[in-house]
């Protein structure tokens, strides 16, 4: 065993070490969750860690994330370890808080556990390696509770309504060259990990159409009717999809979240919100344009109004290859390789996949959950597999990039370099998505 693999060996047997604490950590998130911008006790939580281990952090970064730094010996790259802080909102899950329905039905309680779980690996050999390790805790993945992130954008509180971004506009991974973070997938499979998969990006909007209202049995003539409007907007934006090509995995979803008041009345209020995914960014803004034209095309038939506030949401991933072969040699390494899955795509998103376009990252998949991701019947019931099994891989993955110098870290970063733009380029990408249009189909005259 040479001297890197000798201490990879020692970080591992310390995580097997402290293994029941990394299950207690995820544990113990899982069953406090808290949805994104809100995770006012899991950062608290994550800050005691930090400071029982000695690590002097930053916290309420971009309103809840927490941020601490390890140093090696000697100055180069800093690799940041990642977990999502968020839940998402289901109020039959299992482990559901009764008061606000909040649930971790995407297993984001795994990553606080891996991320500390790789920091306690890490912390006792950072002398031997060179350039920092970040461990962030960051807020909501998840893109949800719309109304609310509008009202803190509104309030001049957050510009992004995802965490990421957010933290990258907030500059708070300017010091950072490389980032990782593990989620959990479902049990389906016959592998135990997975050196990641590529994602695709995501863009939201909150439409109102808007009518007349009028008693609907008497004088239904006066009246504008926006579901109708709206019912005519959906079926145009179902048309669309035969104009998409197949390898772009567009998809258009939407929520009727309002189809009017009194059932005798004609409908002068009605809302949707809408979801656009696909492959590539330009796939993302021609499937949004075609949208919106779907939406005037309701409103201009029944005389409506219809207002459109688009938001960016996440950017399509590519996982960097060079991290993704470490990562994968090192799952291999202790879970046998008949146990490590292949890399695919998955058309769900992630806003790992906007740090994807400033630095190279990798999002490694661990299982140790049950089945049907962001619904009442996913939780984690092996935190083994899904915390402490990546807190190894993880940390084994930065003995890799920062032993010897640094060598290999800075080698992932000079063959992304190419494909990265930077965060100004990036910042624009995202705020040219930012749209609001009201177009009005004939109600105002
Ligand atoms: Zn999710
Ligand atoms: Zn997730």
Redesign the pocket.
Known sequence: MNDKEALKARVCAEIDRRSDEIVAISDHVMRNPETGYREVKTAAFVADHFARLGLPYRDKLALTGVKARMAGTAPGPTVALMGELDS?VSVNHPYADPVTGAAH??G?NAMIGSMLGAAFGLRPVMEQLAGDVVLFAVPA??GIELEYRMELRERGEIEFIQGKPELIRLGEFDDVDIAMITHTTDDAQPWLANPGSSTIGALKKLVVFRGRAAHAGGWPWEGVNALKAATLAMTGMDFQRETFRDDDNVRIHWNLTKGGEAVSAVPDDVRLDVMVRANRVEAMLDASAKVDRALRAGALALGAEVDITTMSGVLPMQIDSNLRELVRRNQEAFLGADRVGPPGHST?G?DVGDLGHIMPVCQPLATGVTSA??TEFYHVTDHVKAAVNPAKFMAMTVVDLLYDRAAEARRVIAEAAPSKITKDEYLAIRRAQDTHEVFDGGLRG
């Open positions: 998402l039905c995407c984001h993945e998840e769900a992630t991701p962001h």
